[in-house]
């Protein structure tokens, strides 16, 4: 697992994203707190000098030494801090700056950010509170101390027509004016806001370095009490998985995850537990197969003999019979013979009747020799000789040997023969399974019928098929199954060996025979042959 997927990582930055916006918060609300007392400081200040100013030029003033007041506020417009001090009449005018630009005599602009704050309303007000007649703006003042458009704060403080003012001999005023003058003080506040910009980087590397210091706090943590747990425990579950059932895990916490590794431990030794009871259930199971499959092969040997023996007994009262009805008429003709011969009894036309007996004698030893032929070919096959051969000359072949019994049957032969490549195949075998085949079906047909020879290729499976199709009888469905069957046969006089020789021959070349057959409409047997 890669390491910005593991669970201690996404706890880690889910941490420190936490502490970030907190600190980020925090920091916030800390510099807003810290800018709003530094404000209120130098405002307090500010207000003060002005108080100040104002009471040290009030006995210059009630005497009309305007040198003096002027000497006063020049001086102090000199302090360090101060950007300058500056006295308005009601009217706007300027009458003293300690600025000596030459804006003494100038008119103030009344919409300027400097005076909006007592002539908002188109005329000055009486009075103020104390945030009223402060602003902070913007300057462009410039001196060799001082920057270009830095800020600064400005405080008013109108000089009211007191009763020391309207009753003296010097200079009186009315007593229906009320604001004589406004003595304006601004302060550079350029000190501030470099104290701020500190505050704000000092906040900045104290949060990264709390984050910084945080993180790698929370990841030893989860290092120690999280992520070595849980690696132990994944590695533990790999082990396991791969058939280690000895491994332990070493228990060395009481938290959660000392339980966890208590419980992983405690299902190890379950499943060693279920382990074992399942080998001895398969050395059970595998000594009572034993024992079963020992006496399913005792009674299995016993069945193959008793079934050895009911075939052989079978099979010999099969032989037997066929070969007896065949040997009995042989027996009949011979013994007539003998009596007719001992008696005398005997002309020229009986020598016709004799010659009539002694070829049904032959044609009865024929059938009881090939008896014996199908007999020792179902039960003792040869391996076929296996050589390239035509297919189609050997069923023409085949069918030569038959011709003189389908005209005396009065079949019609239909031959649909197409051309084949050469299969891998012993000819004499072949020859034999179509013999076979075309007898059937001559058999199947006494009354006549049509016989069709049908052979094709298949070059998407590269096999060869032979049909030999007849119109005679058919075979019930019922006897479908078992026609391949050792001595079962549908004919009266039929061995029941044929078709067995010939889907053994069939099946010794690797191929085999199948069979549709309609009752009363008759029957298609292909023979299907690989050609390699």
């Given at each position: 697992?890669?390491?910005?997927?593991?669970?201690?990582?996404?706890?880690?930055?889910?941490?420190?994203?936490?502490?970030?916006?907190?600190?980020?918060?925090?920091?916030?609300?800390?510099?807003?707190?810290?800018?709003?007392?530094?404000?209120?400081?130098?405002?307090?200040?500010?207000?003060?000098?002005?108080?100040?100013?104002?009471?040290?030029?009030?006995?210059?003033?009630?005497?009309?030494?305007?040198?003096?007041?002027?000497?006063?506020?020049?001086?102090?417009?000199?302090?360090?801090?101060?950007?300058?001090?500056?006295?308005?009449?009601?009217?706007?005018?300027?009458?003293?700056?300690?600025?000596?630009?030459?804006?003494?005599?100038?008119?103030?602009?009344?919409?300027?950010?400097?005076?909006?704050?007592?002539?908002?309303?188109?005329?000055?007000?009486?009075?103020?509170?104390?945030?009223?007649?402060?602003?902070?703006?913007?300057?462009?003042?410039?001196?060799?101390?001082?920057?270009?458009?830095?800020?600064?704060?400005?405080?008013?403080?109108?000089?009211?027509?007191?009763?020391?003012?309207?009753?003296?001999?010097?200079?009186?005023?009315?007593?229906?004016?009320?604001v004589l003058g406004v003595?304006?003080?601004?302060?550079?506040?350029?000190?501030?806001?470099?104290?701020?910009?500190?505050?704000?980087?000092?906040?900045?590397?104290?949060?990264?370095?709390?984050?910084?210091?945080?993180?790698?706090?929370?990841?030893?943590?989860?290092?120690?009490?999280?992520?070595r747990p849980v690696k132990?425990?994944?590695?533990?579950?790999?082990?396991?998985?791969?058939?280690?059932?000895?491994?332990?895990?070493?228990?060395?916490?009481?938290?959660?995850?000392?339980?966890?590794?208590?419980?992983?431990?405690q299902m190890t030794l379950?499943?060693?537990?279920?382990?074992?009871?399942?080998?001895?259930?398969?050395?059970?199971?595998?000594?009572?197969?034993?024992?079963?499959?020992?006496?399913?092969?005792?009674?299995?040997?016993?069945?193959?003999?008793?079934?050895?023996?009911?075939?052989?007994?079978?099979?010999?009262?099969?032989?037997?019979?066929?070969?007896?009805?065949?040997?009995?008429?042989?027996?009949?003709?011979?013994?007539?013979?003998?009596?007719?011969?001992?008696?005398?009894?005997?002309?020229?036309?009986?020598?016709?009747?004799?010659?009539?007996?002694?070829?049904?004698?032959?044609?009865?030893?024929?059938?009881?020799?090939?008896?014996?032929?199908?007999?020792?070919?179902?039960?003792?096959?040869?391996?076929?000789?296996?050589?390239?051969?035509?297919?189609?000359?050997?069923?023409?072949?085949?069918?030569?040997?038959?011709?003189?019994?389908?005209?005396?049957?009065?079949?019609?032969?239909?031959?649909?023969?197409?051309?084949?490549?050469?299969?891998?195949?012993?000819?004499?075998?072949?020859?034999?399974?179509?013999?076979?085949?075309?007898?059937?079906?001559?058999?199947?047909?006494?009354?006549?019928?049509?016989?069709?020879?049908?052979?094709?290729?298949?070059?998407?499976?590269?096999?060869?098929?032979?049909?030999?199709?007849?119109?005679?009888?058919?075979?019930?469905?019922?006897?479908?199954?078992?026609?391949?069957?050792?001595?079962?046969?549908?004919?009266?006089?039929?061995?029941?060996?044929?078709?067995?020789?010939?889907?053994?021959?069939?099946?010794?070349?690797?191929?085999?025979?199948?069979?549709?057959?309609?009752?009363?409409?008759?029957?298609?047997?292909?023979?299907?042959?690989?050609?390699?």
């Amino acid at each position: 697992m890669t390491w910005y997927k593991s669970i201690g990582m996404k706890i880690i930055l889910s941490v420190v994203g936490m502490i970030l916006i907190v600190n980020g918060i925090l920091a916030y609300l800390f510099l807003g707190i810290q800018r709003e007392n530094l404000n209120h400081a130098i405002l307090r200040t500010a207000s003060q000098l002005s108080e100040t100013i104002k009471k040290s030029i009030q006995n210059d003033m009630l005497e009309n030494r305007k040198e003096a007041a002027y000497k006063i506020m020049e001086t102090i417009g000199q302090q360090a801090g101060i950007e300058k001090v500056r006295v308005y009449s009601s009217e706007g005018k300027i009458l003293f700056s300690s600025d000596n630009t030459g804006e003494v005599g100038r008119m103030v602009n009344q919409k300027a950010e400097a005076c909006f704050g007592c002539h908002s309303e188109a005329r000055p007000l009486e009075r103020l509170a104390t945030s009223e007649r402060s602003r902070v703006f913007y300057s462009d003042h410039n001196n060799d101390t001082r920057n270009v458009n830095h800020r600064v704060l400005g405080i008013i403080n109108p000089m009211y027509n007191d009763s020391g003012c309207s009753s003296a001999a010097c200079h009186a005023h009315p007593e229906s004016q009320k604001v004589l003058g406004v003595i304006d003080v601004t302060m550079d506040l350029s000190e501030v806001d470099s104290q701020m910009a500190w505050a704000r980087r000092q906040v900045l590397i104290v949060s990264v370095v709390s984050v910084v210091a945080i993180f790698i706090i929370v990841a030893l943590i989860l290092f120690h009490f999280i992520e070595r747990p849980v690696k132990e425990l994944v590695l533990g579950t790999k082990r396991i998985s791969g058939g280690d059932l000895d491994h332990m895990i070493d228990v060395t916490t009481s938290d959660e995850m000392g339980h966890l590794a208590t419980s992983f431990n405690q299902m190890t030794l379950d499943l060693q537990s279920a382990q074992k009871q399942i080998q001895e259930g398969i050395r059970n199971l595998e000594h009572k197969v034993e024992e079963r499959t020992k006496e399913l092969k005792t009674t299995q040997s016993q069945l193959l003999h008793s079934e050895k023996l009911a075939a052989v007994g079978a099979l010999a009262a099969t032989v037997a019979h066929e070969i007896n009805n065949p040997l009995t008429g042989v027996y009949t003709y011979i013994r007539l013979m003998e009596r007719k011969i001992d008696q005398g009894q005997y002309g020229a036309e009986d020598i016709a009747k004799y010659k009539g007996y002694l070829d049904t004698m032959r044609r009865e030893v024929e059938r009881t020799t090939a008896i014996v032929q199908n007999l020792l070919d179902f039960t003792r096959p040869k391996d076929p000789v296996r050589k390239p051969m035509n297919l189609v000359k050997v069923m023409e072949e085949s069918l030569a040997l038959i011709s003189n019994k389908l005209s005396l049957t009065n079949i019609e032969l239909v031959k649909i023969l197409n051309p084949l490549p050469e299969i891998q195949a012993d000819p004499a075998h072949m020859k034999q399974v179509f013999l076979n085949l075309l007898i059937n079906a001559c058999e199947a047909m006494e009354e006549g019928g049509t016989l069709t020879i049908r052979c094709d290729y298949h070059p998407e499976t590269n096999t060869v098929t032979m049909s030999v199709r007849d119109t005679g009888t058919g075979i019930e469905e019922k006897d479908l199954a078992r026609i391949f069957d050792p001595f079962f046969s549908t004919k009266k006089k039929g061995t029941g060996l044929g078709l067995s020789v010939v889907n053994g021959i069939v099946t010794r070349h690797n191929g085999k025979v199948e069979i549709d057959s309609t009752p009363g409409k008759g029957t298609d047997f292909r023979v299907i042959l690989p050609v390699g």
